[in-house]
């Protein structure tokens, strides 16, 4: 009996440590935060293609399988480049954009961190250029992937949109935007789709 009670509590310590660390509920740790934009600009990826890291949680985790294509330069090899379209909300032309992120070098569960520096750059037809640079918080997404799999559904998941961004800048941009000034979020969406919402201003 005493072994039995140690084991449950051992399971009970690392079930709440796994949560603590992935969920930060104190926030504790570096993570999106989900702070409004008024009014915010919406592109949704109508279509995409990838090469290198898959953009789940074991990719970011450096699985060596996790990788779609993956790039022959050894300096290249925890990479992700993305091509996508997106659709805006208010209707009009889609916007063509290219995604490049990395793992962070000092990524560390135990200290709360699973992130990928990423930077955007969004062509957008009618409006202009965007150059968006920040990092993508993965830890809410393999807390959901793991809490799934421990409820009997699966390795899967998020079943609902996930903010994912932390610091975001806007670092440059042309044409019609070339004087604005402003922020972006993204989600990531339960159909694997990314939204971005920019919020932007004339400067």
Request: cysteine-free; aromatic content about 8%; charged content about 20%.
């Amino acid at each position: 009996m005493p072994i039995l009670v140690a084991i449950l509590g051992l399971l009970t310590g690392m079930v709440v440590t796994g949560f603590a660390l992935l969920q930060d509920p104190f926030s504790l740790f570096e993570s999106a935060t989900d702070t409004p934009i008024d009014a915010p600009a919406q592109l949704v990826t109508s279509s995409a293609i990838g090469r290198g890291l898959t953009f789940y949680p074991v990719g970011i985790l450096g699985f060596e399988d996790a990788q779609v294509e993956p790039f022959a330069d050894p300096a290249l090899r925890y990479a992700r480049l993305e091509l996508a379209l997106l659709d805006s909300g208010d209707g009009g032309a889609r916007a063509l954009a290219v995604k490049l992120s990395a793992p962070r070098g000092d990524n560390s569960l135990v200290r709360g961190r699973l992130v990928t520096d990423s930077a955007w750059n969004v062509i957008w037809p009618g409006h202009g250029s965007l150059f968006l640079a920040g990092r993508d918080d993965y830890r809410p997404l393999l807390a959901d992937h793991l809490l799934n799999a421990a409820s009997g559904k699966g390795l899967q998941g998020t079943e609902r949109p996930q903010l994912m961004t932390i610091a975001p800048r806007l670092l440059g941009s042309g044409g019609r935007l070339a004087a604005a000034a402003g922020t972006y979020r993204e989600y990531w969406n339960p159909d694997s789709r990314v939204e971005l919402e920019l919020g932007l201003v004339d400067d």
